[in-house]
């Protein structure tokens, strides 16, 4: 959606969070003169703003058969708008608009896991070239949102952009440069079926060109899958689970001719994001592991993969999606973990499906962080490791992963003085 089309169309915001009010902005800068509508489940947003025409409450879905244009917001399911979307109706988002009209180079990062770490990889990788070092930038998810850069930005400018399957479910157009991580069953609450969510993720790389890279995982058989069917210059790479966002941003690095030595002091100096397999400390001879991020089994399977059979106490469960748990219950019983510690709501399920197979663990049942790990101090021994890597979203008991991880962490250091 180019900006032109914007200018004599009636166009209403879908959600007023963090990328609808840079959405808001945006197009206020752009058409000073123009009423904008907005609408959102929550009052609470409402603004004092001239020019705006509100809809709030729980019929906000119903505005949409008013106006031409609906810029919607990763957080809305596609689902619930489709009822409302008639003949004529433009529907788009403020990733497909950044797209249609930033005229440098965009460099689009996606995969089920491992996307905010490969983006500020590659971002950092890019940033030690002195000809590239002002010209990059870090958006999407774990950037600011996109559209405020959009007045100043040149030919010559490249934005590293981490894109979800949200971002990525209207986009027409294909970043110069896609890589491709991995793909496993997620957010089956937000798309009809696992085959929606690829549907997607695939609009990464399904509108490339010859002229264009896709740097995609060869161990993953879906993302391969793909990958045979795109048109670019394809740059495969393989690696484990942790070190995928490693060889993903080396490719990357090369692609733009960035010396070898320059790559490795990036990786050498390089600190993991937060609540991704986050070592938290050792407290009381034992070692503590925040990966509250594993919001999927894969996630947990390639936790204990990498941290090996000193994990004597894993702590799983949270929202549940309806995911299979079949393959996470055969690792823990090659495992030598022998305390579970779970979390409604999947966490029966996951007991479930260890019960089915005779799992042999103490098993534990809270809803509460603070009893979990008070539970894992006194059932772990020293020189063992207790990990959180849930293998389910957190909503429901927690607000977020971020929240999930901070109270995990929180209470293993304030046990560390309790006992």
């Given amino acids: 959606m180019e900006l032109n089309e914007l200018k004599n169309k009636k166009i209403l915001i879908l959600g007023f969070g963090k990328e609808g009010k840079d959405t808001f902005k945006f197009l206020r800068e752009n058409f000073p003169k123009k009423t904008i509508a907005i609408a959102d489940r929550d009052e609470k947003v409402k603004l004092k703003i001239k020019r705006v025409k509100w809809h709030l409450g729980k019929d906000y879905l119903k505005a949409i058969k008013n106006y031409d244009i609906i810029i919607k917001s990763p957080g809305i399911p596609l689902k619930l708008i489709e009822p409302y979307l008639k ?17 440098g180079k965009i460099i689009g990062v996606t995969g089920t896991k491992g996307k905010s770490t490969t983006s500020l990889l590659i971002y950092k990788i890019l940033k030690t070239c002195p000809k590239l070092k002002r010209r990059v930038r870090l958006a999407g998810n774990i950037g600011k949102p996109v559209l405020s850069y ?52 695939a609009n990464i790389l399904k509108y490339q060109t010859e002229r264009d890279f896709l740097v995609f995982n060869k161990e993953d058989k879906i993302v391969k899958k793909l990958a045979e069917k795109s048109r670019a210059r394809k740059i495969p790479f393989s690696g484990k689970y942790f070190e995928q966002d490693i060889n993903a ?78 393959n996470l219950a055969k690792r823990i019983l090659k495992s030598k973990v022998k305390n579970i510690i779970l979390f409604p709501e999947s966490g029966k399920r996951i007991f479930e499906e260890l019960k089915k197979i005779k799992a042999k663990a103490n098993y534990f049942f809270t809803d509460k962080m603070k009893e979990a790990v008070k539970i894992a101090y006194s059932k772990t021994k020293k020189g063992k490791i207790c990990l959180l890597s849930p293998a389910s979203p957190s909503f429901g008991i927690f607000k977020n992963y971020k929240e999930r991880g901070n109270l995990f962490k929180k209470y293993v250091k304030y046990y560390a003085k309790a006992f």
């Fill in 87 to 103: 003949k004529g109706k433009i529907l788009t988002s403020q990733t497909e608009i950044f797209f249609q009209n930033f005229p």
């Fill in 150 to 201: 959009l007045k100043k930005a040149k030919e010559k400018d490249i934005f590293v952009y981490e894109l979800s399957s949200h971002q990525l479910q209207l986009l027409k157009k294909s970043p110069k440069i896609a890589v491709f991580l991995n793909i496993y069953p997620e957010h089956l609450d937000y798309y009809r079926s696992f085959e929606d969510y690829v549907k997607a993720k």
């Fill in 249 to 326: 941003a080396k490719a990357v690095g090369k692609i733009f001719k960035i010396p070898k030595e320059n790559i490795e002091k990036v990786i050498k100096s390089f600190k993991r994001l937060p609540h991704r397999l986050e070592y938290v400390g050792k407290f009381k001879g034992i070692e503590f592991y925040n990966d509250s991020l594993s919001t999927v089994p894969q996630a947990t399977i390639e936790a204990l993969n990498f941290l090996g059979n000193k994990v004597e106490t894993l702590i799983l469960g949270g929202f549940d999606r309806g995911v299979d748990f079949k």
